[in-house]
């Protein structure tokens, strides 16, 4: 069984910055693919990004390229996704995901899921 605990979400103003972490322990968590999901209030949960055991390759949903990085450190398994120029349409519960088997852009495709962290951005 693997486990996802979100951490560093908080209220930001519109333009700033916020890192987001997630812890994952269970078996064989450093070789699954882990990413990011987000959902806003009444909307589906919309894909961010993804990156893969080694790394490489990491893919992200267009509207947040250059703007998000994502990235992963082996020795605490844990994943960042690193946030600038933040907008207020960014506002949404941020979702840590792990082990897909299928399309990485689909939220189906994810075994493991964390309980989530909200992420509101100011105007």
């Known amino acids: 069984q693997v486990q996802l605990v979100e951490s560093g979400g908080g209220l930001v103003q519109a333009g700033g910055s916020l890192r987001l972490s997630c812890a994952a322990s269970?078996?064989?968590?450093?070789?699954?693919?882990m990413g990011w999901f987000r959902q806003a209030p009444g909307e589906e949960r919309e894909f961010v990004g993804v990156i893969g055991m080694n790394g490489r390759p990491v893919f992200y949903e267009d509207s947040m390229k250059g703007r998000f990085t994502i990235s992963r450190e082996y020795a605490s398994s844990t994943v960042f996704l690193q946030m600038s120029s933040l907008k207020p349409e960014d506002t949404a519960v941020y979702y840590c995901v792990a082990d897909p088997e299928g399309s990485w852009r689909s939220p189906e495709a994810y075994k493991y899921w964390g309980r989530g962290t909200q992420v509101t951005v100011s105007s």
């Open positions: 269970g078996r064989d968590v450093s070789t699954y693919p």
